[in-house]
Each structure stands twice: as structure tokens, then as C-alpha cells.
């Protein structure tokens, strides 16, 4: 259903999509507690199925119009500018049966919060552990049976001092639940409400993929839901003051959107609500959400050669054994945005041609009339070189921190970091840390997280690395294949924008 409505609205500017009727229904509270206490209750991971992310149709076989996309006015591809410094770093989580890692996280002036498929992880800034837990025992219930649990996000509110995070759940891909989840203060190791949304009360449908946001006012959920014939999005949507009073009942308004992989943008700046998403001709489309109508803002269409690949099974590794073990580089989804002075960030991942390679892309919007496009890549054209997992976030300055995955035959999997200035020049890349073994499993990731310094200047990312055990031999236990990372990175001074001087005669 949702394959027809597309074509006739997508490309259109300040058309709408159709009528959506929003409900809101209550999630239900969990006991509260401590991630020192949650971190106490020990069971048994159940292994997150290679069916997430991996084995739906991802994208609807659609006709668009492409042409009728803002076409973007320049392309980035060479490095102009030093590689930044990186100022601290140090290792969060690991795999401990989990996969993928999926490495999400926040940070605020004094404390950091990283959650992967493995559990959640807070730290002090220096890489201190303060607790530990994984997220079977985090979200765990006694009212519910445990299930599989993954695709977490960190955020942090730094006006009320607060960290909220947000993870999905089924069992055996039933019972479809968003769990919701925010802390009474700054100390991420205190105490939290907990909360658990069933998605679909008729327990038809399953979820995948979240993201989320906060606004002034909210918490923004975005997910894809698959019903067996088709897919879409859905918008869940909590009231802040709802979710820090710890009501019993906390409530969530549902608006679906009939449109896949739907992302929300992280604004700054702009009480609105934005969203974007890639098509199948690897553009942008844009929108604004007015009540429970998502209204077209524009599209933008790269200039860069990019295709979408049938087969993304194509990432090298260095390895010590016989044979290509290639890694899944994933598909070509948005990362994430960020809306900072009314210009628009965006990451998304293409695969470009000649040869086929995955590369990082990232879209610079300025939100006029018309739309403003320029674009930058991060890509080996030679295919030696490949990048992945993109995630992208905006300073004060205007300029932007993308961190990423790289892979390579001659090189384990390892995490790189690019900056880029207000005046879209891209620096060289740097490892911010290198792996140490080859990963004998092909799924690696489906995301990592960048995000601004509490000084609202330099740049943490959080990514995922191999480990030297991660295989010893086939007849022989392996320990963990991932890790993850946290980097800090410092902005460069920002130089003042070049004056022309007027002609003289």
C-alpha cells in the first residue's frame, strides 16, 4: 500500500503525505532502580537474530522523479585540511555474545553513557567504569518475560541534567515493545524510571531500527515497522515533563508515516519537528511534521556516482587464515542529522561505482527557498579503502565531527574520524583506534554515534573496533570479536571567512 502512495508525493514541495490519525496510549512503568542494582540481575543473552536489519526488503521498489531533486551545487572529495587532534580515549563496552555492537552513547560535563547490543556502560570522562550492566538485565521485569533486546540509544538533556535511553524488544519477533527509559538526575548510575510501550496491541507487526531525539518539549522515536506486506515508519512522541515526573503511566503518541526509514533530525535551534530519509536514487527527502501530518519540505540529489548495491557483503579485513573474510557493510541508510542555525547536516553511506566500494557521504542543507545543496565524500577511489557506519554532529561554529568504521585487506577493522569546517573543507582522516584482529563473523554494525563536547566545540564518537582474540582458530573458543571506543577530538581554531575586496580602477 504504502509502494503507491510514495511516487505521487515524494518530490513534491510542501505537498502532504496522507492524512495519518495519531494515538496516544500509555506505556507501562517497570520498578524502578540503579543500574548497580539492574546490573546485579544475571541472565542469559539472547542472541539477537541475524533476521534484524539483515533480511527484510528494505527499501520499497519505487518509481520517482528523481530529476526533480535539488541537485547538489558542489562535491567534496579531497582532504585540504590537517587530520584534528584526539585529546582522549578509552574502551567502553565488548561484545559478550551480541551481535552486532550497534554503539550508541551521550556525553555530558562530567559523566559518559554508552549503550551497545552487549548492555550499558557509564563511565566518568577519564574511562572510569561507574556501572555496568548488560540489557538483559537492565530492562528486566519479572512482570514480562525476558526476550531479545537491541538497537539502543543514549541521549543527554543538559537543561534538566537528565539521560534518556531507549532500546527495542521482542520475543521470537513477537510482542514488538519500545522500552523507554530516563534517570532521576545527573548520575547515570542513580536511579531511573523505567517504561515499556507495546507497539502494536494486536501483536501483528515487528520493529526494527530505531532512532531518537528530544526537542524542546519531547522525546522523539522513529522505528520501521514490517507487517508482513509492506513497511513504514512510526513516530512515537513523549512529553519531556511526562517522562521526568515518572508518571505510572507514561504517555505515547503514535503518528505513522507512510514512508520507510524514516529519521528524525536533531534540532537546536527550530521548535518544528524535522525528519529525513534516503530513496532508492540515494537522495533526500525532507519534512516537517504539522500535528500528525508529515509535510514535504524539499529533496536534494547528490552529484557523486552512487548506486545501491544488491550485495553489500563486500568490506576486507586483514586476516591471518585463508580466504576474504569480507564484512557486511551495511545499506545505504542516513546515519543521522542535525539542525544547527538553519542549516541541515546530514550522514548518509552510498556504495559508488567503478569499483564498487562503500563510502561516507555527508550533505550540507541550507534551509531556504529553494533548498541550498552542497555535499562532501569520504571514499578510496581506487576500492582499497572502505568506510561504513557514519555518524555525524554540529558545533557551535558550524562545523562538523563524522566518525566512521574502516576497512581495508591490509588493515583490521578499525574507526576513523573526519572533520569538517564551516566552510565545507574536509580534513585528512584520522584512526582514532585501530583493530587488532580479524572478525570471523560478517555482521559488524548498523550504527555508531558522534556528538558535540559539553563545550558545544570539540567532538566525541563512540565506534566500533576488532579485538586481537576475537578468533584463535577453528577448532578453538574465540573470545570477543568488538569493542568499542570513545574518542574525544578537538576542533580546530575556526578561521575567519575570506572578504573579497572590491575591484579598484
Same mark, same amino acid.
Given at each position: 500500500?504504502?509502494?503507491?502512495?510514495?511516487?505521487?508525493?515524494?518530490?513534491?514541495?510542501?505537498?502532504?503525505?496522507?492524512?495519518?490519525?495519531?494515538?496516544?496510549?500509555?506505556?507501562?512503568?517497570?520498578?524502578?532502580?540503579?543500574?548497580?542494582?539492574?546490573?546485579?540481575?544475571?541472565?542469559?543473552?539472547?542472541?539477537?537474530?541475524?533476521?534484524?536489519?539483515?533480511?527484510?526488503?528494505?527499501?520499497?521498489?519505487?518509481?520517482?522523479?528523481?530529476?526533480?531533486?535539488?541537485?547538489?551545487?558542489?562535491?567534496?572529495?579531497?582532504?585540504?585540511?590537517?587530520?584534528?587532534?584526539?585529546?582522549? /580515549?578509552? %574502551?567502553?563496552?565488548?561484545?559478550?555474545?551480541?551481535?552486532? !555492537? #550497534? $554503539?550508541?552513547?551521550?556525553?555530558? +560535563?562530567?559523566? @559518559?553513557?554508552?549503550?551497545?547490543?552487549?548492555?550499558?556502560?557509564?563511565?566518568?570522562?577519564?574511562?572510569?567504569?561507574?556501572?555496568?550492566?548488560?540489557?538483559?538485565?537492565?530492562?528486566?521485569?519479572?512482570?514480562?518475560?525476558?526476550?531479545?533486546?537491541?538497537?539502543?540509544?543514549?541521549?543527554?538533556?543538559?537543561?534538566?541534567?537528565?539521560?534518556?535511553?531507549?532500546?527495542?524488544?521482542?520475543?521470537?519477533?513477537?510482542?514488538?515493545?519500545?522500552?523507554?527509559?530516563?534517570?532521576?538526575?545527573?548520575?547515570?548510575?542513580?536511579?531511573?524510571?523505567?517504561?515499556?510501550?507495546?507497539?502494536?496491541?494486536?501483536?501483528?507487526?515487528?520493529?526494527?531500527?530505531?532512532?531518537?531525539?528530544?526537542?524542546?518539549?519531547?522525546?522523539?522515536?522513529?522505528?520501521?515497522?514490517?507487517?508482513? /506486506?509492506? %513497511?513504514?515508519?512510526?513516530?512515537?512522541?513523549?512529553?519531556? !515533563? #511526562? $517522562?521526568?515526573?515518572?508518571?505510572? +503511566?507514561?504517555? @505515547?503518541?503514535?503518528?505513522?508515516?507512510?514512508?520507510?526509514?524514516?529519521?528524525?533530525?536533531?534540532?537546536?535551534?527550530?521548535?518544528?519537528?524535522?525528519?529525513?530519509?534516503?530513496?532508492?536514487?540515494?537522495?533526500?527527502?525532507?519534512?516537517?511534521?504539522?500535528?500528525?501530518?508529515?509535510?514535504?519540505?524539499?529533496?536534494?540529489?547528490a552529484v557523486a556516482n552512487t548506486t545501491t548495491p544488491g550485495n553489500t557483503l563486500i568490506c576486507r579485513q586483514l586476516t591471518r587464515f585463508p580466504g576474504d573474510w569480507l564484512i557486511d557493510c551495511?545499506?545505504?541508510?542516513?546515519?543521522?542529522?542535525?539542525?544547527?542555525?538553519?542549516?541541515?547536516?546530514?550522514?548518509?553511506?552510498?556504495?559508488?561505482?567503478?569499483?564498487?566500494?562503500?563510502?561516507?557521504?555527508?550533505?550540507?542543507?541550507?534551509?531556504?527557498?529553494?533548498?541550498?545543496?552542497?555535499?562532501?565524500?569520504?571514499?578510496?577511489?581506487?576500492?582499497?579503502?572502505?568506510?561504513?557506519?557514519?555518524?555525524?554532529?554540529?558545533?557551535?561554529?558550524?562545523?562538523?565531527?563524522?566518525?566512521?568504521?574502516?576497512?581495508?585487506?591490509?588493515?583490521?577493522?578499525?574507526?576513523?574520524?573526519?572533520?569538517?569546517?564551516?566552510?565545507?573543507?574536509?580534513?585528512?582522516?584520522?584512526?582514532?583506534?585501530?583493530?587488532?584482529?580479524?572478525?570471523?563473523?560478517?555482521?559488524?554494525?548498523?550504527?555508531?554515534?558522534?556528538?558535540?563536547?559539553?563545550?558545544?566545540?570539540?567532538?566525541?564518537?563512540?565506534?566500533?573496533?576488532?579485538?586481537?582474540?576475537?578468533?584463535?582458530?577453528?577448532?578453538?573458543?574465540?573470545?570477543?570479536?568488538?569493542?568499542?571506543?570513545?574518542?574525544?577530538?578537538?576542533?580546530?581554531?575556526?578561521?575567519?571567512?575570506?572578504?573579497?575586496?572590491?575591484?579598484?580602477?
Amino acid at each position: 500500500m504504502w509502494a503507491m502512495i510514495l511516487p505521487a508525493v515524494l518530490f513534491l514541495t510542501a505537498a502532504a503525505l496522507p492524512a495519518a490519525t495519531a494515538v496516544t496510549r500509555g506505556a507501562v512503568a517497570s520498578p524502578h532502580a540503579t543500574m548497580h542494582e539492574l546490573g546485579i540481575v544475571q541472565l542469559t543473552a539472547t542472541l539477537r537474530p541475524e533476521r534484524h536489519e539483515q533480511q527484510h526488503s528494505y527499501a520499497p521498489k519505487i518509481e520517482m522523479n528523481a530529476p526533480s531533486a535539488i541537485r547538489a551545487e558542489s562535491l567534496i572529495t579531497k582532504a585540504t585540511l590537517p587530520a584534528p587532534a584526539i585529546t582522549a /580515549g578509552f %574502551t567502553a563496552g565488548h561484545e559478550n555474545g551480541q551481535l552486532p !555492537s #550497534d $554503539a550508541a552513547g551521550a556525553i555530558s +560535563s562530567k559523566y @559518559v553513557l554508552q549503550a551497545t547490543n552487549a548492555g550499558f556502560l557509564a563511565q566518568d570522562r577519564t574511562g572510569n567504569v561507574l556501572s555496568n550492566t548488560s540489557l538483559e538485565g537492565f530492562w528486566h521485569d519479572p512482570a514480562y518475560p525476558d526476550g531479545t533486546v537491541y538497537d539502543s540509544r543514549v541521549l543527554y538533556d543538559a537543561g534538566a541534567d537528565r539521560w534518556i535511553v531507549s532500546t527495542l524488544y521482542d520475543v521470537k519477533f513477537r510482542k514488538s515493545t519500545l522500552l523507554l527509559a530516563v534517570s532521576d538526575g545527573g548520575n547515570p548510575s542513580l536511579g531511573w524510571h523505567r517504561y515499556r510501550f507495546l507497539v502494536d496491541p494486536t501483536d501483528v507487526m515487528e520493529t526494527d531500527l530505531a532512532r531518537m531525539v528530544f526537542s524542546r518539549d519531547a522525546i522523539v522515536v522513529t522505528a520501521n515497522i514490517y507487517n508482513g /506486506g509492506g %513497511t513504514q515508519s512510526e513516530i512515537f512522541s513523549i512529553r519531556k !515533563s #511526562d $517522562a521526568y515526573a515518572g508518571l505510572a +503511566s507514561l504517555p @505515547v503518541t503514535v503518528t505513522p508515516a507512510y514512508i520507510f526509514d524514516l529519521v528524525p533530525v536533531e534540532g537546536r535551534d527550530d521548535s518544528a519537528l524535522y525528519f529525513v530519509t534516503s530513496d532508492v536514487y540515494l537522495g533526500l527527502t525532507i519534512y516537517k511534521l504539522n500535528g500528525s501530518t508529515l509535510t514535504g519540505v524539499g529533496s536534494a540529489q547528490a552529484v557523486a556516482n552512487t548506486t545501491t548495491p544488491g550485495n553489500t557483503l563486500i568490506c576486507r579485513q586483514l586476516t591471518r587464515f585463508p580466504g576474504d573474510w569480507l564484512i557486511d557493510c551495511g545499506y545505504y541508510q542516513v546515519g543521522n542529522a542535525v539542525l544547527r542555525d538553519s542549516t541541515l547536516w546530514v550522514v548518509t553511506q552510498p556504495y559508488r561505482t567503478s569499483p564498487l566500494r562503500s563510502s561516507v557521504m555527508w550533505w550540507r542543507i541550507a534551509m531556504s527557498t529553494p533548498l541550498h545543496v552542497d555535499t562532501g565524500v569520504i571514499d578510496d577511489p581506487t576500492g582499497k579503502t572502505m568506510y561504513a557506519f557514519p555518524s555525524i554532529a554540529v558545533n557551535r561554529s558550524g562545523a562538523a565531527g563524522i566518525g566512521f568504521s574502516v576497512f581495508s585487506a591490509s588493515i583490521y577493522p578499525s574507526a576513523g574520524f573526519v572533520y569538517v569546517d564551516p566552510f565545507n573543507s574536509m580534513s585528512v582522516p584520522v584512526t582514532v583506534i585501530a583493530g587488532a584482529g580479524e572478525n570471523s563473523y560478517s555482521r559488524w554494525a548498523d550504527y555508531s554515534t558522534t556528538q558535540v563536547d559539553a563545550n558545544d566545540i570539540d567532538f566525541w564518537t563512540t565506534q566500533t573496533y576488532s579485538l586481537a582474540n576475537g578468533y584463535l582458530s577453528a577448532n578453538q573458543a574465540r573470545g570477543p570479536l568488538w569493542a568499542t571506543w570513545w574518542s574525544q577530538i578537538k576542533a580546530p581554531a575556526v578561521p575567519v571567512a575570506p572578504r573579497h575586496r572590491a575591484a579598484t580602477h
